[in-house]
C-alpha cells in the first residue's frame, strides 16, 4: 500500500522559499507518476508540478521558474522547492502517486490531473503573507 507523508510547510513573506518533502512507504521508487498538487482556501484542488517515471517534469504556468520538483529514489522522497514565493501561492499542498499505466502515453496532458493519481499525502500548509 502506497503511504505518502509531507512535510516542510509554514509561513513565510512574499519573496521568501520553502522546500517541501513527500516521502514515501518504499514501494513507489522509479515506477510510479508523481506531483504535487494544491488547493487555496474556498478554492479546488489544482495541479502545480508533476514528474514522471523517466524524470521528465512539468508545471502549471503560475509556478514556472519559480518552483522545482525533484525525487531522489534513494530516499524515497519527492520534493518541491519553491523559490520567489508570493501570497497567492497559499493553500494546502499535497503530494500524490499514481502507477500511471493507463494514461502514460498521454502523461504530458494528463499529469497535472489530480483525478488521475489514487494515491494522496495528507497534506502540508504554506501561507504567504505580502
Known amino acids: 500500500q502506497v503511504q505518502l507523508v509531507e512535510s516542510g510547510g509554514g509561513s513565510v513573506q512574499a519573496g521568501g522559499s520553502l522546500r517541501l518533502s513527500c516521502e514515501d512507504s518504499?514501494?513507489?521508487?522509479?515506477?510510479?507518476?508523481m506531483g504535487w498538487f494544491r488547493q487555496p482556501p474556498g478554492k479546488g484542488r489544482e495541479g502545480v508540478a508533476a514528474?514522471?517515471?523517466?524524470?521528465?517534469?512539468r508545471y502549471a504556468d503560475s509556478v514556472k521558474g519559480r518552483f522545482t520538483i525533484s525525487q531522489d529514489n534513494a530516499k524515497n522522497t519527492l520534493y518541491l522547492q519553491m523559490n520567489s514565493l508570493k501570497p497567492e501561492d497559499t493553500a494546502m499542498y499535497y503530494c500524490?502517486?499514481?502507477?500511471?499505466?493507463?494514461?502514460?502515453?498521454?502523461?504530458?496532458?494528463?499529469?497535472?490531473?489530480?483525478?488521475?493519481?489514487?494515491?494522496w499525502g495528507q497534506g502540508t500548509q504554506v501561507s504567504v503573507s505580502s
Open positions: 514528474i514522471g517515471t523517466d524524470r521528465r517534469t
Open positions: 518504499g514501494y513507489i521508487a522509479s515506477s510510479y507518476c
Open positions: 500524490a502517486a499514481d502507477a500511471c499505466f493507463r494514461w502514460y502515453s498521454n502523461w504530458y496532458s494528463r499529469s497535472l490531473n489530480p483525478s488521475k493519481y489514487r494515491n
